[in-house]
Nanobody, 122 residues
Framework: QVQLVESGGGLVQAGDSLRLSCAAS????????MGWYRQAPGKERERVAA???????NYAESVKGRFTISRDKAKNTLYLQMYSLKPEDTAVYYC????????????????WGQGTQVTVSS
């Protein structure tokens, strides 16, 4: 299986920057695409950004131009660099990894981290 551990969350002011990290361990060779999701109180979890194995990225409209997702395969780490943070970015941020189809022997289709809280004050 794969374990994902997020870090880097915290309390910041509007306009500040923050970088989240997600360290993967275990069967990391079975990871394909990865992404960041967030869930604010009372709201559904939403995808913020994603990156494919080949490095293609996509972003939610609400974060385009402010957030950058990147992946260091050598370190098995996923990052989310966040700039110009707004109070509406306040949420628990989760790391997600999709299973490589070649690893059909693993029973899980994807994996989630435990989440890291990001709070942006106005």
């Amino acid at each position: 299986q794969v374990q994902l551990v997020e870090s880097g969350g915290g309390l910041v002011q509007a306009g500040d920057s923050l970088r989240l990290s997600c360290a993967a361990s275990g069967e990391t060779g079975c990871i394909s695409a990865m992404g960041w999701y967030r869930q604010a109180p009372g709201k559904e979890r939403e995808r913020v950004a994603a990156v494919t194995v080949g490095g293609m990225t996509n972003y939610a409209e609400s974060v385009k131009g402010r957030f950058t997702i990147s992946r260091d395969k050598a370190k098995n780490t996923l990052y989310l660099q966040m700039y110009s943070l707004k109070p509406e970015d306040t949420a628990v941020y989760y790391c997600n990894a999709d299973r490589n189809p070649d690893c059909y022997y693993l029973t899980t289709y994807d994996w989630w981290g435990q989440g890291t809280q990001v709070t942006v004050s106005s």
